[in-house]
């Protein structure tokens, strides 16, 4: 694999982000601790995939900073990115190729040097063995979205960065999400996710920020009772 920087958590510290006279971000502070799931919380519009796209270093702050560990995005550039696995609303999957051939494929882009066994390791790990040599085309939504998580963990990432994981899956898919998640919290990973789904996040998080605006209106260690605590917070006012 190429060569990647270690660090053990994650600050953000005072982030805006503007485009133009909007503003996506403001202000936005909270940390990320290696064995942790953080949720990012709140409405369409709330800033949620803003933050995500900065935390992945394609966007930059327009003022404050990310700290990953001792590095920063501007000054670690690709040894920093070869630390952290994304998934987003694009899967980034190639539908004519086969699950075992879009996962080397990435294994390779990273630098494996087995990149067939990190393929078979990977199908192992999302539980579709028996379907790697199928093209991914054939697969539904929820296996579409296994392989792909397998394509953002390929390169074992330190932040593991997940935006509306659990949107389409069914019972089952957002079971096998949910193992996934629970080995790469015991395994040391730094995963944050954007999500919509209260009801799947209630007792997955470890930490929890609630923005609506672009604004951080609270921040909550393992927060209970999730799907009321993020009515009463999002009823408050703002400041």
């Known amino acids: 694999m190429k060569s990647a920087l270690d660090f053990d958590h994650v600050a953000v510290e005072d982030v805006s982000r503007h485009f133009g006279r909007r503003r996506a971000l403001s202000r936005i502070s909270f940390q990320a601790s290696v064995g942790s799931v953080v949720g990012l919380l709140g409405p369409n519009g709330a800033g949620k995939s803003t933050m995500m796209a900065v935390l992945a270093t394609l966007l930059r702050p327009s003022a404050g900073r990310v700290r990953y560990g001792a590095y920063e995005a501007e000054s670690s550039g690709a040894a920093l ?53 199928d093209p991914v085309a054939s697969f539904s939504r929820g296996m579409r979205q296994r392989v792909a998580l397998e394509r953002a963990l390929i390169h074992k990432p330190r932040l593991v960065l997940l935006d509306e994981p659990f949107t389409g899956l069914d019972d089952a898919s957002t079971a096998a999400l949910l193992g996934r998640l629970g080995v790469l919290r015991e395994g040391g990973a730094i995963v944050i996710l954007a999500t919509h789904d209260l009801d799947v996040a209630d007792g997955l998080l470890d930490h929890a920020v609630f923005l609506r605006d672009g604004r951080m209106m609270e921040s909550l260690p393992r927060p209970e009772a999730l799907r009321s605590t993020y009515r009463a917070v999002m009823a408050r006012p703002s400041a």
Do not use: C
């Open 81 to 133: 990115r070869a630390s952290i696995g994304v998934l987003g609303h694009d899967l980034f999957l190639y539908p004519e190729l086969t699950a075992r051939e879009n996962l080397a494929f990435f294994a390779g882009l990273h630098g494996s040097r087995d990149a067939a066994g990190a393929a078979d390791m990977a199908l192992a790990q999302a539980g579709l063995a028996d379907r790697g040599d």
